[in-house]
């Protein structure tokens, strides 16, 4: 899993909650390395899970709830350290729609042993796009929180649909601009 996603987990906990909190949910976790995550560094899912999970016990929340407002904020600082990929883009739709084709390209060049969810485009119009999400790691509420942070940063007021298809692991996005 990418390093910056670490990075982005701590900073969201010393920000919304505390460096001491931060340090304590990375105390608890007994990760491999500590906690001494890079932007730039490559680490193992496994100790995502960890830091999850501590998170679960210490905060009384849902793992999915906890996912979901990280995808969140996680867009927010994405869009920060790397806003020429959002270049040029009108909307969340406009995002979307590259994903797989454009940004994930780019991500794979600079992590090249990334393992990142496939976003397939099954059907796109004006206001629309409807996506056929793939990840092993059942991360998709995290991307929920992703697509609403990107909605946001567009100032698109959206309505998104999730249903869980028959093929492992798999699930449907339907985003729809509305007025």
């Known amino acids: 899993m990418l390093g910056i996603v670490f990075t982005s987990l701590i900073d969201m906990l010393e920000e ?3 460096p001491d909190f931060a340090d304590d949910v990375l105390e608890e976790a007994a990760l491999e390395n500590e906690g001494a995550f ?4 490559y680490y193992s899912f496994s100790e995502m899970q960890k830091l999850v999970n501590v998170l679960v016990e210490k905060t009384d929340t849902p793992a999915n709830k906890l996912l979901y407002d990280f995808g969140y904020y996680l867009f927010g600082k994405l869009a920060l350290t790397h806003s020429q990929v959002l270049a040029g883009r009108h909307n969340i739709l406009d ?3 590259c994903l797989d084709d454009d940004i994930h390209v780019q991500v794979s060049k600079l992590y090249p042993d990334a ?3 496939q976003f397939s485009v099954l059907t796109r119009t004006e206001t629309s796009i409807a996506l056929k999400y793939h990840s ?3 991360l998709y509420t995290l991307a929920e929180g992703l697509m609403d942070g990107a909605a946001d940063h567009f100032e ?3 309505r998104r649909e999730v249903v869980k298809l028959d093929e492992p692991h798999t699930y ?3 985003i729809t601009l509305e007025a």
């Not at 890079?38 to 560094?41: A, D, E, F, Q």
Request: glycine share 4%; net charge positive.
């Open 16 to 18: 919304k909650v505390s």
């Open 38 to 41: 890079t932007s730039v560094g």
């Open 95 to 97: 995002v979307l729609n």
């Open 115 to 117: 393992d990142l969810p």
């Open 136 to 138: 092993t790691r059942e």
């Open 156 to 158: 698109n007021k959206i």
């Open 172 to 174: 449907l996005f339907t």
